[in-house]
């Protein structure tokens, strides 16, 4: 994997990560063209994940990526939820949850429903298509967000958490 990485940055392009496995190599969507990262063709996650956007120009977004780790370790300590894997995208920050056991799409996606609304009314501003997209695609660490020219870089690791545990957290959110 590192080999296709490293030869997609020496092309100049951006790098992505599917979060979820999928069923088959591809399937045959409902148009009856091949498609691969669908929601018919997901078949687990083990994780989940935030996507936090930053623009100083758009109210609806965090001035900067201080503001947004800054709203992010509040709302944790808030609402007591385990510390996450944050990355850096180049601009905004994707904030992860992993977890020790794999959550089969459909449960997963009722799960991070609950989450996405949670969230927004806690007050964190996060991108809504993303948390609770099982298609979703985020930059891989380590590589260039070309877009701004900017690492995407770890800037905080986490363990694992369960699942379970996870889901009582989500309890506590304003849903």
Same mark, same amino acid.
């Given at each position: 994997?590192?080999?296709?990485? /490293?030869?997609?940055?020496?092309?100049?392009?951006?790098?992505?990560?599917? !979060?979820?496995?999928?069923?088959?190599?591809?399937?045959?969507?409902?148009?009856?063209?091949?498609?691969?990262?669908?929601?018919?063709?997901?078949?687990?996650?083990?994780?989940?994940?935030?996507?936090?956007?930053?623009?100083?120009?758009?109210?609806?977004?965090?001035?900067?990526? /201080?503001?947004?780790?800054?709203?992010?370790?509040?709302?944790?300590?808030?609402?007591?939820?385990?510390?996450?894997?944050?990355?850096?995208?180049?601009?905004?920050?994707?904030?992860?949850?992993? !977890?020790?056991?794999?959550?089969?799409?459909?449960?997963?996606?009722?799960?991070? /429903?609950?989450?996405?609304?949670?969230?927004?009314? /806690?007050?964190?501003?996060?991108?809504?298509?993303?948390?609770?997209?099982?298609?979703?695609?985020?930059?891989?660490?380590?590589?260039?967000?070309?877009?701004?020219?900017?690492?995407?870089?770890?800037?905080?690791?986490? !363990?694992?958490?369960?699942?379970?545990?996870?889901?009582?957290?989500?309890?506590? !959110?304003?849903?």
């Amino acid at each position: 994997m590192a080999g296709v990485v /490293a030869d997609a940055m020496l092309r100049s392009m951006d790098c992505y990560f599917g !979060l979820a496995s999928l069923t088959e190599r591809h399937v045959i969507k409902e148009n009856g063209k091949k498609g691969t990262r669908v929601n018919q063709n997901i078949k687990e996650l083990k994780s989940f994940f935030v996507d936090i956007d930053v623009d100083a120009d758009d109210s609806s977004k965090y001035a900067t990526q /201080a503001d947004a780790l800054d709203a992010l370790d509040a709302f944790l300590e808030t609402y007591s939820f385990p510390a996450p894997l944050v990355v850096s995208s180049g601009g905004g920050l994707h904030v992860y949850w992993p !977890l020790t056991e794999t959550v089969a799409a459909a449960k997963w996606r009722q799960a991070a /429903a609950m989450f996405k609304s949670g969230l927004i009314n /806690a007050g964190l501003k996060i991108d809504p298509t993303r948390t609770a997209d099982a298609c979703s695609i985020l930059r891989v660490p380590g590589t260039v967000n070309l877009k701004r020219d900017a690492q995407v870089a770890v800037l905080r690791e986490c !363990l694992p958490v369960s699942g379970k545990s996870f889901i009582e957290c989500m309890k506590s !959110l304003p849903i």
